[in-house]
């Protein structure tokens, strides 16, 4: 059997070097630009002809779009409508990501903590710039809860300003790691169907029926990964425009 940890390994494409700093288009490059392209054309597609009655693709793009609308209104609030097309793009980005990972051959570029913890950085830099410019200095309050006696200050704070700045890290790890451990759960058993199946009368049957069960299990983490990590983003955006 292969080594489970070799799909994950990134492999130059375009070998390019600028001044000794090596930025070789790669596979994982290879699977970003497919994903933005693909969501490029979905979505152009689906809506070009604005059917009164919506076909399927449209009706799925509604859903998506329906999606993403409610949750920002649901998390945030109204004031959270404008930032509906970099949640949106996050959602799609992550969702495709995931998607096209479970197609077999295909690079999972959401199973790399540098991407994941890229696009958290991201927002945790973005809701942060948020929340100065909304309430200035006062944002720091965000760092010891209102109503708190003063003398617990020395405990509070420190804890809030953890807690805080450990958003990227654990939003980042929390993508990386489920995908990561799914795919190399995929690529054990799937490894292990020929020689299981040699147990039973229809030999690899059973087997590989268990293996399609976790791969539909599969599919729907890629599915609520992508709804954690942008629903996550939301709650940010909300602790940044609404403060504690």
Request: with cysteine.
């Amino acid at each position: 059997m292969a080594n489970p940890i070799e799909q994950f390994k990134i492999k130059p494409i375009i070998p390019l070097e600028v001044a000794g700093v090596d930025v070789s288009f790669t596979n994982s490059a290879v699977m970003m630009v497919i994903s933005v392209v693909l969501i490029t054309a979905f979505l152009t597609l689906s809506v070009r002809s604005r059917a009164l009655v919506p076909g399927r693709w449209q009706a799925l793009a509604e859903v998506f779009y329906e999606f993403i609308a409610g949750m920002l209104k649901d998390n945030v609030g109204q004031e959270g409508r404008k930032y509906f097309p970099f949640i949106f793009t996050l959602f799609m980005f992550v969702l495709f990501g995931n998607l096209l990972g479970m197609i077999p051959g295909a690079f999972t570029y959401t199973s790399h903590v540098i991407v994941t913890f890229g696009m958290a950085i991201v927002v945790f830099t973005g809701v942060t710039i948020i929340g100065f410019a909304r309430h200035g200095t006062h944002f720091l309050r965000m760092f010891f809860p209102e109503g708190a006696p003063i003398a617990t200050a020395i405990i509070l704070v420190p804890i809030e300003v953890i807690s805080y700045f450990s958003r990227p890290f654990s939003l980042a790890v929390r993508l990386f790691a489920n995908m990561t451990v799914g795919h190399i759960i995929l690529k054990v058993l799937g490894g292990f169907v020929v020689s299981l199946g040699a147990f039973y009368v229809i030999p690899g049957v059973v087997p590989f029926a268990f293996l399609g069960a976790i791969t539909v299990l599969e599919f729907g983490i890629a599915l609520l990964q992508a709804y954690v990590f942008t629903i996550l983003s939301c709650i940010y955006l909300h602790d940044a425009i609404h403060m504690h």
